[in-house]
């Protein structure tokens, strides 16, 4: 007896899932009970050089008339004809595992209510963060914890091309350039550089740590990198920092903080240490304290065992997570009401006195600023004459 599964888009990610299902069979085998088996390969394309090359097919309805089928892997990505194969395959009690970070975040609430509905599953533990553990460890390691903040830096593509900025002191056009030729950036790049990737990342993580309570990502303020120069760098290593991109959460006292911002991230904080295409997600419970999940977030393999992990998972029919995400998503705290700490930068910190608020004087330039409105920055800018602001994370 074998479990039979299809891989619907044969990509990075959907073409490392058949490798990895193939290089590790034996031990697969072993754990789940029985042979995990890739019956069909969905995709508009041929791959002729790929020893898989048997298996694709053009024809969706290879996939979802054949009986056999028990799994669905999407590695398609998107949120339009994966939509709708995902609900395909879900109405007909085919579990789904993904890595679609996109569809997740945007249509979650449904497709796990669908999965509910038809006794499957649909799992997206790659969806966040690669190869990382994190969705799992959350729905079930810290399931007896009240998850008060997570802070992580989710989006690969970005971190590489901050740390080149940093460390070879490359401009971002240059920065983004080289991130390509690596193959690490997209030839559209803006989901990456504009924070839309970390903000459907953080609409999952958030969800899930407000217990199923929908954050749905387009409420989510994201700000990108493309506007960070080599001087904003010099300026926070000139303080001890590193600029991250940093998507937060916290549970807040009446709704909800999330937001992705590039952030001052202090050399005391784990998260400094994050460079180049490396993720990490720091998370703090109530009973926890903190942990932090570090490791590849993205690229074929490492996201490719994140999602054979799922699969294993719903092989075994243990389907944890798929508890129920309300319909509508819950309203979070407005952007200009979130109180956060920040750097400015002004000409002669000796010289400027900021009224109302705790302040640290971190340097000639630069002062750190704890505890401000959102929407009382502005004012504190043109007060003090600052010349710039950004986000600080100790
Ligand atoms: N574009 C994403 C990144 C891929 O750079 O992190 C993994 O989700």
Not at 164 to 188: H, S, Y
Not at 206 to 230: C, H, Q, R
Request: charged share 20%; hydrophobic share 40%.
């Amino acid at each position: 007896m074998a479990i039979n599964i299809a891989i619907l888009g044969f990509g990075t990610v959907g073409s490392g899932v058949a490798e990895t299902l193939d290089v590790n069979k034996d031990v697969i085998a072993k754990r789940v009970g029985e042979e995990i088996l890739v019956k069909h390969i969905l995709d508009i394309r041929d791959f002729p050089e790929s020893r898989f090359a048997g298996l694709v097919t053009h024809n969706a309805e290879d996939v979802f008339t054949d009986k056999d089928i028990k799994i669905a892997v999407e590695t398609i990505g998107g949120a339009k004809i994966a939509y709708e194969f995902t609900k395909r395959a879900l109405s007909s009690g085919i579990s789904v595992v993904t890595s679609n970070k996109e569809l997740v975040s945007t249509k979650g609430p449904e497709l796990i209510k669908i999965a509910q509905e038809n006794g499957c599953c649909y799992l997206f533990e790659a969806a966040v963060g690669g190869g990382i553990p994190i969705i799992r460890p959350l729905y079930k390691c810290l399931a007896a914890n009240k998850i008060t903040r997570i802070a992580g830096i989710v989006n690969g593509t970005t971190n590489y091309i901050l740390s080149q900025m940093k460390d070879e002191g490359l401009d971002f056009d240059t920065a983004l350039k080289q991130a390509q030729a690596n193959g690490f950036a997209e030839a559209n790049p803006s989901a990456d550089i504009d924070g839309i990737d970390a903000q459907r990342k953080l609409s999952i993580l958030s969800t899930i740590a407000n217990d199923g309570e929908y954050i749905a990502p387009d409420l989510i303020s994201a700000e990108g990198i493309s506007k960070i120069s080599v001087a904003d760098m010099e300026f926070a290593a000139s303080i001890g920092c590193e600029i991250k991109l940093i998507a937060l959460y916290e549970c807040g006292e009446d709704k909800p903080v999330c937001y992705v911002a590039p952030t001052m991230v202090d050399k005391s904080n784990l998260l400094y240490n994050v460079k180049d295409v490396f993720n990490a997600v720091m998370v703090d419970g109530n009973s926890l304290g903190r942990a932090m999940f570090y490791g590849q977030g993205a690229g074929t393999l490492p996201t490719a065992s994140a999602v054979c992990g799922d699969v294993l998972e719903a092989a075994m029919g243990n389907p944890s997570e798929s508890r129920a995400w309300t319909s509508e998503s819950v309203d979070i705290t407005p952007y200009d009401e979130i109180v956060a700490d920040i750097v400015i930068r002004v000409d002669n910190a000796a010289n400027v006195t900021v009224k109302g608020y705790a302040c640290v004087y971190l340097s000639e330039e630069a002062i750190l600023i704890n505890g401000i409105k959102h929407k009382d920055i502005e004012a504190v800018m043109t007060e003090t004459g600052a010349k710039s602001w950004m986000h600080y994370l100790k």
